[in-house]
Structure formats: C-alpha cells, structure tokens
C-alpha cells in the first residue's frame, strides 16, 4: 500500500511563499498521478494542481494558476507544491494524493491515496 506524508506547512504573512513536499514510500512512485488538494473549515475538498507521471503536464485550479507551481522528482518519490503570493483565503489543510488514471482526476473520490495533511495558514 503507497503511503504519503506531506510536510512543509505553516504560518506565513499574505504575500508570502511555502513549500509543500509530499513523500512517498510502498509503491512504485512514478506510475502514480500525483495531485494536491485541500480543505478549509467548512468547505469541501478542494482540487488544487495536478501532475502526470512524468511530470510533462500539469493542472491548476483557477483560483492559484500563476501562483502555485506543482512538481515531482521521481528519482527521490516525492510531489512538490511551491506555493507564491499566498492569500489568507489559502488557508486550508493541504493533501496529496496519488492516482493510476490516465489523466490526474480533479475529483477526491478518483485517488486511492492519501496523506494525512498539513496545514497552511495565511495571516493578513
């Protein structure tokens, strides 16, 4: 069973930039789309970026294209979400997740892995 652990969450000002890594382990890495999601308070889990296997095409939700940057490096089996010009309606515990579909789904229900989550909280 392919496990992931996201890192890299914290308290940041508006304006301001994180990193995500999501590790990977028990599975082969990069037969897997890989994609981020994430959840406020009261709000479904939402699709953020998406990535294909070889990391060649790449999927952005509207709200954070031109903002976020998502990445992988098959070799060291981790996703990465580079996050810049953060917002406080960012703010959300951020998920990755991992998928063998042909293209990365925008939708939870399609991944079969998850991680457990990290929090991102962006103050004004």
């Known amino acids: 069973q392919v496990q992931l652990v996201e890192s890299g969450g914290g308290l940041v000002q508006a304006g301001g930039s994180l990193r995500l890594s999501c590790a990977a382990s028990?599975?082969?890495?990069?037969?897997?789309?890989m994609g981020w999601f994430r959840q406020a308070p009261g709000k479904e889990r939402e699709f953020v970026a998406g990535?294909?296997?070889?990391?060649?095409?790449?999927y952005y939700v509207d709200s954070v294209e031109g903002r976020f940057t998502i990445s992988r490096d098959n070799a060291k089996n981790t996703v990465y979400l580079q996050m810049n010009s953060l917002k406080p309606e960012d703010t959300a515990v951020y998920y990755c997740?991992?998928?063998?579909?042909?293209?990365?789904?925008?939708?939870?229900?399609?991944?079969?892995?998850w991680g457990q989550g990290t929090q991102v909280t962006v103050s004004s």
């Open positions: 028990g599975g082969t890495f990069s037969n897997y789309q």
């Open positions: 997740a991992a998928t063998n579909s042909e293209v990365p789904p925008t939708t939870p229900r399609k991944y079969d892995y």
């Open positions: 990535i294909s296997r070889s990391g060649g095409n790449t």
